[in-house]
């Protein structure tokens, strides 16, 4: 996709503050993935909607039609969200913080640390907030460096040890 054609589908592109002009030089700047895409098999997709919809015919059996459509409305749900494809977004990292596809996540008021870490193939660096519905989130580092990354990230937020910061859910899968 083209960065005009990416451009004019984001909806925040005429926003002054994602403007690249108000931005300064950005500390560290790369392109990766919004998520982690795994392919699923169109047998995949069928056994789900096999499902769905058995389960959606038994609450019809049962009288439940409000939640035989509200079946029917997750199957669709679950199969846009199973079968998307990941958008390239663009994260910067500058003096007031992470900046993912323009939105700043600051180092003053968001981020208290982050580690890095291998998820499969790729290197990920997680970030520890001070979120109460997000303890933490993941950016995938693209071609990036992780001690590259570190070593920019420390003069900002301090690198938290992998096992004590790291989610026992994240811990098991690593």
Same mark, same amino acid.
């Given at each position: 996709?083209?960065?005009?054609? /990416?451009?004019? =589908? $984001?909806?925040? *592109? !005429? ?6 002009? *108000? +931005?300064? #030089?950005? +500390?560290?700047? !790369? ?6 895409? &795994?392919?699923? %098999?169109?047998?995949?997709?069928? &056994? ?9 015919? +038994?609450?019809?059996?049962?009288? @439940? ?7 029917? &409305?997750?199957?669709?749900? $679950? ?5 998307? #494809? ?12 992470? /900046?993912?596809?323009? !939105?700043?996540? %600051? ?11 291998? @998820? ?9 907030? =001070? %979120?109460? !519905? ?16 570190? /070593?920019?990230?420390? #003069? *900002?937020?301090?690198? +938290?040890?992998?096992?004590? %910061? ?6 098991? /899968?690593?």
């Amino acid at each position: 996709m083209t960065e005009e054609k /990416r451009k004019a =589908r $984001a909806w925040y *592109h !005429w926003l002054p503050i994602f403007s690249k002009e *108000h +931005l300064g #030089k950005p +500390l560290l700047q !790369w392109e990766a993935l919004e998520f982690f895409f &795994v392919a699923k %098999s169109p047998i995949w997709g069928a &056994v789900a909607g096999l499902v769905f919809v058995a389960l959606a015919g +038994l609450f019809v059996f049962l009288g @439940q039609f409000l939640v035989a459509v509200l079946t029917a &409305v997750f199957l669709i749900v $679950a199969l846009k969200l199973a079968y998307a #494809k990941p958008e390239k977004l663009e994260y910067r990292v500058d003096e007031d913080g992470l /900046r993912v596809a323009g !939105w700043l996540h %600051s180092f003053d008021r968001e981020i208290v640390g982050f580690w890095t870490a291998k @998820q499969g193939r790729a290197n990920v660096i997680y970030f520890k907030t =001070r %979120s109460i !519905w997000s303890e933490h989130f993941a950016v995938p580092l693209g071609d990036v460096a992780p001690k590259k990354a570190a /070593r920019i990230l420390e #003069k *900002h937020i301090p690198e +938290l040890s992998f096992s004590a %910061s790291m989610p026992k859910t994240v811990r098991r /899968r690593v």
